[in-house]
């Protein structure tokens, strides 16, 4: 209930999710976060606090929407009420592509599961658009690459980025600038 690496409370810290899809790192790291809370700060009605705790990112609308109102039933569960549920969750949760949201800020733990999409499947705009911004994104470059560059760039010093990945990376050519 308290940071990795210090003794800092969880809902001090800042967490990222730029995937989130149904939700499977979300809800634990929502476990986790009101549970140390509630340890540290028992004062039930202040939960609208936490809303810079957690930012995650989901691309697919239909996804977002479900597992937004999944998350805002989950925090009723908790004892929340519906109108801060709603407003935790709206200000938690963002619809749109990750790698051109701006604006962030920075975050001390960044985790999640990015996509797995070869470049000759994305579309030819948005790869346009992710090689003018991601240096990472060169040669056959998957699309977790830049992934990869954009987190560390909003990862605070001393932070922490966990990303089920493949180890592709590390071996190709294309992977060449993000090992660098």
């Known amino acids: 209930l ?3 690496d ?15 899809g149904n939700g499977n790192f979300l809800f634990p790291i929502i476990d986790r976060l ?7 700060k028992p004062h039930k009605s202040a939960f609208v606090s936490l809303k810079n705790s957690i930012r995650a990112v989901e ?3 239909e996804t977002f929407e479900k597992t937004h109102a999944e998350l805002t039933q989950y925090l009723i569960t908790y004892g ?20 051109l949201v701006s604006d962030m800020g920075t ?4 985790v999640g599961n990015p996509p797995y999409i070869r470049h000759e499947l994305i579309p030819a705009d948005d790869l346009k658009k992710y090689r003018k911004r991601y240096q990472t994104m060169r040669d056959k470059a998957d699309l977790y690459v830049p992934f990869f560059e954009k987190s560390l760039s909003v990862l605070s010093p001393g932070g ?10 590390m071996k190709n050519k294309y992977g060449r600038a993000l090992r660098s």
């Open 2 to 4: 308290v940071g990795y």
């Open 6 to 20: 210090q003794n800092i409370p969880i809902y001090e810290k800042r967490i990222l999710e730029p995937s989130f």
């Open 34 to 40: 009101i549970n140390s809370w509630r340890k540290f």
């Open 59 to 61: 691309i697919h609308k």
């Open 80 to 99: 929340i009420s519906s109108d801060e549920s709603r407003s935790l969750v709206n200000a938690w949760l963002n619809q749109g592509d990750y790698l």
């Open 107 to 110: 975050f001390d733990y960044i």
């Open 160 to 169: 922490h980025l966990g990303f089920i990945c493949s180890d592709r990376w």
